[in-house]
């Protein structure tokens, strides 16, 4: 079961890294790269390894739900490079004047994919197999805030049962809660990325691929204002090099213009 205290931990968890790392001047060698949740492995990587090759540039990465780090961007937290999960946390930092829009690539593409738990014996045939009664709770991150929320959101009404399956919604402050969800079997079932159902293997099964209204793409910025804008356009530059797209396609990414 999904109980308010385990659900306030998590509140306290993001309020407090939110505050550290707002709080927190970015040193002269800092490159603060906001990106979005499912980034996390794979970004960790690829900012070690840009790490190697300019040895004077420390690089921290700051992980959430896209559009909260756009408005973490938006209240002046620091930050050098903004990537997120779809295009309209995107749209909406450019709307607000907070990345370069010269700056701004696309670097890779995703799926959407349904997972249960390792153990379950649900077995969907399809989207509307949500909506029978032994289905009781389904993760997903929030439409409202979370790129994940809303390509489930768009799949689901694409399906006509969106009225169904969201009144047994547990939504998630991001993807990777969403996959926590459904590890620990609290939830019937749950809507992540491909690359994210990959990184509990052991703990969740894909059993559904999802078609999507939207092709799952990620674009990535310098954002505006930068004190380090030279290293920031080097790190996304990195993203997009042969080096930084072998590191992403390691988990799971596939290249930009594979989105459909």
């Known amino acids: 079961m999904i109980t308010s205290r385990r659900l306030l931990k998590h509140v306290l968890l993001i309020a407090t890294a939110v505050s550290v790392l707002t709080c927190a001047a970015a040193r002269a060698d800092e490159l603060v790269v906001s990106a979005a949740a499912s980034l996390t492995n794979a970004f960790k990587a690829v900012g070690e390894a840009y790490e190697k090759q300019h040895p004077g540039t420390k690089v921290l990465l700051n992980f959430g739900a896209s559009d909260v780090l756009m408005q973490q961007i938006v209240k002046g937290a620091p930050a050098d490079v903004f990537a997120s999960a779809d295009q309209k946390a995107m749209d909406k930092a450019a709307a607000e004047k907070v990345v370069v829009p010269a700056s701004r690539k696309d670097f890779a593409a995703n799926s959407l994919v349904l997972i249960v738990p390792s153990d379950s014996r649900f077995a969907p045939a399809s989207l509307n197999d949500l909506t029978t009664a032994s289905v009781k709770r389904v993760a997903y991150g929030d439409p409202a805030s979370v790129p994940v929320g809303r390509y489930t959101q768009g799949a689901l009404q694409s399906a006509g049962v969106w009225d169904a399956v969201s009144a047994k919604a547990v939504l998630a402050s991001?993807?990777?809660?969403?996959?926590?969800y459904v590890s620990r079997g609290e939830v019937d079932a749950g809507f992540v990325?491909?690359?994210?159902?990959?990184?509990?293997?052991?703990r969740v099964k894909i059993a559904l691929e999802v078609p999507t209204q939207t092709p799952i793409?990620?674009?990535?910025?310098?954002v505006e204002g930068s004190h380090h804008a030279a290293d920031a356009q080097a790190f996304i530059a990195y993203v997009l090099s042969p080096a930084g797209q072998a590191l992403l396609a390691k988990f799971g990414f596939k290249p930009a213009g594979a989105a459909h």
């Open 174 to 180: 991001n993807v990777r809660q969403s996959l926590d």
């Open 193 to 202: 990325f491909g690359t994210d159902a990959a990184v509990m293997p052991d």
């Open 217 to 222: 793409s990620y674009p990535i910025a310098v």
